[in-house]
């Protein structure tokens, strides 16, 4: 697989899962139809716009059309999905795709951190910008504290995969492996601590 | 009327307007005279900093000295407003302008966006966040969901006023024709929804 | 003092600074370990990434790895303060970091837009937006009103800091020199407002 494919592919995962996502926290907020389009493209595009914006490009989500297509796609799935379940608060549809979103999203910033040069801190930073910030801009417009303060081992994972991903292609492995491999470990780790309750110490 | 004197009219009606909602939101608020000021400047240049930035551009209202100074005499006017009439929660004064500036401000966005050559849904996607942008930094600073989410038919009048203005720069019509077309569109959709109470249905 | 050595001295200064701050912030909020580090890091990062992003770099904070290390170095030293002093709320531990932090931010986003040639009314905006920024994008992340809104005298100093590194400059003093003596300005003003209990007239 070719780094363009595998960054297509990360880039379409986490746009669809994130779209999802701020719908249907939208919906849980009681808003109407347009406010649950607006929380679902903000929180799939929000990411990535910090990201490009970061290294100095026009957003990708500005420039292509598939991506804003993607998102509406997301947003539609998640009105079926809200019609059909209800009451979605901490339901695995939308604690799963928010894992989903999570790793594919850390992969792409990782890529275009690595891309534009940056440092390995740059590298870091970006993938997990870009993994929280969809998430925190919905959590912000919802007047919520976002996710990545409340929560212990959501912003830990992202981080860890910009450093596995900085480690990857340093030894030599193409970037495109080395954004599966980012994104793998991100769900593994994300899910792992969902399940087990991870929690890291107060101080 | 030429394309830039277009722009720079939607410009400084936009600036104008949104000053004085963000200064009339800040005395609501009961802040000091510098936190109402903050809020107007905020208000103001929030929505064309965000529709620069993410075309890769620095922000019109660092480079030009009048930008500023018009959202300073919104300010100004406002303060005058406030002293005159006391509590203006949904009073006309704040509702109107408010229209104004969206009006003027998805016209300006949908411009940057046709010159930068983005793709019609990034057309849209610019003059609906430049659109909104401003009054939603606004509601954030204050700690309260945006207007854009608890309102229908705030940025749905962006929408539509972007897929015009591109429908018409693509049947050839000079862009300052189809900003001014934008503009005038947005305005009475806005207008027509506050008075009718136009509600979007919830999902 | 040549201009570079003045820019390094008062980055590094705010960094420090504003990374024990947002890590006070975030440990009073009774967040884990990990929202106290992201806290800490964006509130230290925060206002360099929206001057460089606005006049169209690349953040420093990416490209550079000592920024990033002495924001760690921050989020340590300010570990060690809260196990050793507990509740911090309104300590001198805070505010005065909090008014160093303010004081070399506005000398660096003023000297950042002057390179860039911005309008004098650019300057003192970038001055302004990188001082109050990164404290700004803390309390709006624990959903708090900004202290910029809130406090009378906060942002006040930092416009006034703009103001004089302008004066400074126009005047032919070397960048760097109107760096320091805005920093002191602004350090000055901040210290006596809090001592003095300034106030601005409410509208």
Redesign the interface.
Known sequence: MSDAVAFALMNVIGLLAFAIVGSLK??E????????A??GILTA?GGG?IRD???????L?????TD??VVLLGVALA?VL??RFGDLREHPLVVLPDAVGLAAFAATGASV?YE?G?????IV??ATLTAVGGG?LCD???????V???E??Y??PAVIGGVAFWLGVSVGLPAGIAMIGCAVLVLALRLLALRRGW?????
């Open positions: 939208g919906a907020a009681d808003l109407d139809l347009f406010g649950v607006v929380l595009l716009t914006t970061l290294v100095g490009q026009v957003p989500a500005l420039r292509t059309t804003v297509l009105l809200i019609r951190g534009a940056l440092t390995p801190f740059g930073v970006l925190s912000l417009l919802l007047t919520r504290v976002p990545v303060l409340r212990d081992f912003a830990t929690r890291l110490p107060t101080v």
